[in-house]
């Protein structure tokens, strides 16, 4: 995720590409940290359900047992 003007990002790419391999221009100045902020957001969201899901399952007379044994299933294929 890069901002800038595009002449500056082709002058930059070779030392991006040996950062990391998806290697996006998301337009002017700026825009590659808000395209990273609204990421975080979408990731904080996330979390957050996470731990609202696991206090709720913790509570007496839940489904601790079973929700543990989903979240361990679901986690091998989580974020690809």
Same mark, same amino acid.
């Given at each position: 995720?890069?901002?800038?003007?595009?002449?500056?990002?082709?002058?930059?790419?070779?030392?991006?590409?040996?950062?990391?391999?998806?290697?996006? =221009?998301?337009?002017?100045p700026g825009a590659g940290q808000?395209?990273?902020?609204?990421?975080?957001?979408?990731?904080?969201?996330?979390?957050?359900?996470?731990?609202?899901?696991?206090?709720?399952?913790?509570?007496?007379?839940?489904? =601790?047992?079973?929700?543990?044994?989903?979240s361990a299933a679901v986690r091998?294929?989580?974020?690809r």
């Amino acid at each position: 995720m890069v901002g800038g003007d595009e002449q500056a990002f082709e002058k930059a790419k070779p030392v991006f590409v040996l950062m990391g391999k998806n290697i996006l =221009r998301q337009g002017g100045p700026g825009a590659g940290q808000h395209c990273k902020m609204a990421n975080q957001i979408a990731v904080a969201a996330s979390m957050l359900a996470w731990v609202e899901a696991l206090a709720y399952a913790g509570k007496p007379g839940s489904i =601790r047992r079973a929700s543990w044994r989903a979240s361990a299933a679901v986690r091998p294929g989580a974020g690809r």
